[in-house]
């Protein structure tokens, strides 16, 4: 875990970047800083690695200041996606990945095993590896720079904007690859990026900075629903309704699948080609990763009142307008109800 605690750093030139900044980040999640330019996120990522070190306050890693910490253990098990992308120009892509594994001494079967996982993992042809980084595009470079970063499976990753300079397609394929990663490996991850909507879908909790402070710290959800004050709505913008919708899976609103949708439901199902034994679902459905916003798109293009949510070819829900209605207004009455 990291926890800043009354954190200030003012730079020699008298720049105070950040004051007074605390929050942590639980082990094995993402926390997302996210504000506009200049409001000292590259300085609080440098602050976890000991780029910098504070003026005032602790940055704790698992509960040890890090000042106390072996600096170049603390870099190894650190790993860092730098905002310019930052790759050794006199290096190969292979080379360039394998810096901390070669680093910590892994046997050259390893590392040359790792390397092309990390290429085919970050969708870079595996001829890329020869080639040097002024060959590459600027997309490209930064995926280098991510794979870098994951090489020795460093316990905490530090990414200053590592989807930054990517097409909108790549970077939504690169941010799915990324959750993926994520469930799979166990590691604390410092995620900036000036885009909130990639904070929403990437943070597990979501640090708001106004110039040097962070003004609202929380889930994806719980800024959606109620924004702090005045500057993290504006941040958030006018469609906090539809940004709701896009990180609510449809399995927090879906129904039971009975009552007046049973009959469409069973048109259906096909008990004769099911592998299991039991029916399975051959209809147009959705699935339970689905946002409740896929749900509502789907509901709008399509002649059904209501879609069935289907697990491994079994309905376990459905989700109509009313589904959806419900779930979002009890929320608006709750909070009316609060204040
Ligand atoms: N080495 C430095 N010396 C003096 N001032 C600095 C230094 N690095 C950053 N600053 C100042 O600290 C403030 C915060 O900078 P920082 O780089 O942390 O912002 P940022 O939120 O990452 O911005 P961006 O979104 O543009 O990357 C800015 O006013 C910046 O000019
Ligand atoms: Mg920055």
Redesign the pocket.
Known sequence: MIEFENVTKT???G?T?IENVSFSVEAGTTTVLV??????????MKLVNRLEDPTDGTVSVDGTDNRELDEIDLRRNTGYVI?EIGLFDHRTVGENIATVPKLVGWDDERIDERVRELLDLMDLSRGFRDQYPSELSGGQRQRVGVARALAADPDVLLMD?PFGALDPITRDRLQNEFLDIQERINTTILF?T?DIDEALKMGDRIAI?DVGEVVQYDTPQAILDDPKNEFVADFIGEDRSFKRLDITPVTEVMGPPDGEYAAAIDGNTDATTATDGGSSYDGEALSPDDSVKAALDRLLRSDAPALPVVENGEVIGVVADEHIRASFGRRSDARQGAT
């Not at 504000?35 to 609080?44: H, I």
């Open positions: 730079y020699p030139d720049t970047a504000g506009p330019s200049g409001c000292g996120k590259t300085t609080t905002q904007e900036v000036h900075f």
